[in-house]
């Protein structure tokens, strides 16, 4: 595994809409693995193909460093509730705002192998996936800003 450095807010690689993965080989798994160990690195709980230079729909997410989702070509199926809480992001170091975001989501991906999973995410979970998934499209966290005192609705 090998450290990647984390694109910075400003790089317009972070705007750009990311291409679904087709082939599942060693070197995604060794893509995957290197996001997991710069995340882990940064504090972080997701890590998005895109903050590391790469234009592919790939995602990393964990809230504990023990329990990992890798979400490739990820795609939400359902979304239901709402919540606001304040997010940062890697790619935005320094920079915090309070985002709206679903609840609970229902979340279509492929892990390494091409093995299609559905998660079923609520709270922290949930706003994680939606925000590295925002990632996917160009979107960043402060596109969704939504004023003061975050809270759960």
Not at 36 to 61: F, H, N, Y
Request: aromatic share 6%; proline share 3%; glycine share 10%.
């Amino acid at each position: 595994m090998a450290l990647r450095s984390i694109v910075k807010y400003g790089d317009p690689i972070l705007r750009e809409k990311c291409s679904e993965v087709k082939m599942f080989n060693e070197r995604l798994g060794i893509v995957i693995d290197d996001m997991k160990e710069t995340m882990i690195k940064a504090d972080g709980v997701g890590l998005a193909a895109p903050q590391i230079g790469m234009l592919r729909r790939i995602c990393v997410v964990s809230l504990d460093g023990e329990e990992f989702y890798e979400l490739v070509n990820p795609v939400i199926v359902k979304s239901s509730g709402t919540q606001c809480k304040v997010e940062g992001c890697l790619s935005i170091p320094g920079e915090q705002a309070n985002i709206i975001r679903p609840n609970c989501v229902v979340v279509d991906a492929a892990d390494r192998t091409g093995q299609v999973y559905r998660y079923k995410a609520h709270g922290d979970l949930a706003r994680v996936f939606c925000h590295e998934i925002d990632h996917l499209d160009g979107i960043l966290f402060i596109d969704r800003e939504h004023g003061e005192g975050g809270d759960n609705e």
